[in-house]
């Protein structure tokens, strides 16, 4: 039954899902690019300040509290910018921007994990950070992405508005989705105990 869900979703979806998939891939070439022509002193601000970060982060209910709690309004604003994205004229080319900028971020983040733990260091950091993290993320961010990319064409290209009925669908997808990247959330918190552990190790 879900398998049957998810396939006539993505039938259904396939052109928005392929779009913002390429835009996230596009974002995260423009990251690895962005980071490797930066000027030097860039470079060296940017390591030198995630090195802090993790200095500070020496005690376990510091990192509990703060990736937990970042997360949760970082991912909540970002679900408010494409509600307020969604009813307006451009909507849908500001979501599209938002996925380029989304990888951006996660691939500068991954070069930067890279660079304050080594490359043997970096490899397990990144799996943990970045890829374990985002492989619970992603879906989420992209079905999200096109849920507000379809409030969108349902208000400016097919004008037929929202029901109340349809709205309440959206709230509840929202929902839905947010508790994906919560999950996101929590494996990113574990994750960086672990990383914090091995930045501990290598002073």
């Known amino acids: 039954m879900l398998k049957k869900l998810v396939r006539e979703y993505i039938l259904k979806n396939k052109y928005d899902l392929f779009v913002i998939l390429i835009m996230l891939l596009i974002g995260i070439i423009v990251g690895i690019g962005v980071y490797a022509?930066?000027?030097?002193?860039?470079?060296?601000?940017?390591?030198?300040?995630?090195?802090?970060?993790?200095?500070?982060?020496?005690?376990?209910?510091?990192l509990e509290t703060n990736v937990v709690f970042n997360g949760i309004k970082t991912n909540l604003i970002l679900i408010l910018i494409?509600?307020?994205?969604?009813?307006?004229?451009?909507?849908?080319?500001?979501?599209?921007?938002?996925?380029?900028?989304?990888?951006a971020m996660i691939s500068i983040y991954a070069v930067i994990l890279f660079n304050v733990f080594g490359l043997g260091g970096g490899m397990l950091v990144v799996f943990l950070l970045v890829v374990l993290v985002n492989v619970i993320y992603i879906p989420a961010y992209i079905f999200l992405s096109v849920m507000f990319m379809e409030v969108h064409f349902n208000i400016f290209k097919k004008r037929a508005g929202m029901t109340g009925l349809e709205f309440l669908?959206?709230?509840?997808?929202s929902a839905g989705s947010f508790i994906i990247i919560f999950s996101s959330i929590i494996a990113e918190q574990m994750a960086s105990l672990v990383a914090l552990k091995l930045f501990l190790n290598m002073k």
């Open 37 to 62: 022509f930066s000027d030097s002193s860039i470079k060296e601000a940017l390591i030198t300040e995630a090195t802090e970060v993790f200095k500070i982060s020496t005690g376990k209910e510091y």
């Open 82 to 103: 494409f509600a307020m994205a969604s009813v307006t004229l451009f909507g849908r080319y500001v979501i599209e921007m938002l996925a380029v900028i989304k990888g």
């Open 169 to 173: 669908g959206y709230i509840a997808k």
